[in-house]
T-cell receptor, first 111, second 117 residues
């Protein structure tokens, strides 16, 4: 079963920052937080991942709380092409390395 | 880098026939690949873990004799849907991560849309 909780849907205005929350209160010490997104009829696209420090790359920023029980994905300047379903997933560093998907957040960017 | 390619992108087949879907890691080697299935308006469901040189591991409820997985090399895994029926119509997606990179993210193919008539 998925170990994360995300809002079902969110809206954001084009050009504004989109902040997507994720709750993972049962995360263990050897689990990373991964974010993926899926645009309609395509395979999931990797966005970013982190263990306990905040991370930033060319696509987004990941803010993880100090207790690691929640995180926020930030798309700094959302565009219409960012409309997608965003998945927050916790994944063990070792072992099977599989990803178990929850229902994700359907983010709609409005013009 | 880290590109995963799936073929075909879509396929239509008649009920009772078999369909093979290929998943290739183009610029890295992968001991393990994963196969997912996604029905309309639903999330991805893991079907099986494909292990190079050994038998695949199937998730509970997935029929191993119906969904044959072969992982013959470090860059290729295949999923064969045998005796396909309309209820097998779905979006099938594979994923893989580089062999030796610790915590390396899984990368996904663009999926194969299977329609069984």
């Amino acid at each position: 079963d998925a170990k994360t909780t995300q809002p079902t849907s969110m809206d954001c205005a084009e050009g504004r920052a989109a902040n997507l929350p994720c709750n993972h209160s049962t995360i263990s010490g050897n689990e990373y937080v991964y974010w993926y997104r899926q645009i309609h009829s395509q395979g999931p696209q990797y966005i970013i991942h982190g263990l306990k420090n905040n991370e930033t790359n060319e696509m987004a920023s990941l803010i993880i709380t100090e207790d690691r029980k929640s995180s926020t994905l930030i798309l700094p300047h959302a565009t219409l092409r960012d409309t997608a379903v965003y998945y927050c997933i916790v994944r063990a560093v070792q072992g099977a390395q599989k990803l178990v998907f929850g229902q994700g957040t359907r983010l709609t960017i409005n013009p | 880098g880290a590109v995963v390619s799936q073929h075909p992108s879509w396929v239509i087949c008649k009920s009772g026939t078999s369909v093979k879907i290929e998943c290739r890691s183009l610029d890295f080697q992968a001991t393990t690949m994963f196969w997912y299935r996604q029905f309309p308006k639903q999330s991805l469901m893991l079907m099986a873990t494909s292990n190079e040189g050994s038998k695949a591991t199937y998730e509970q409820g997935v029929e191993k004799d119906k969904f044959l997985i072969n992982h013959a090399s470090l860059t290729l895994s295949t999923l064969t849907v045998t005796s396909a029926h309309p209820e097998d119509s779905s979006f099938y997606i594979c994923s893989a991560s580089p062999l030796t990179m610790y915590s390396s993210p899984l990368h996904f193919g663009n999926g194969t849309r299977l329609t069984v008539t």
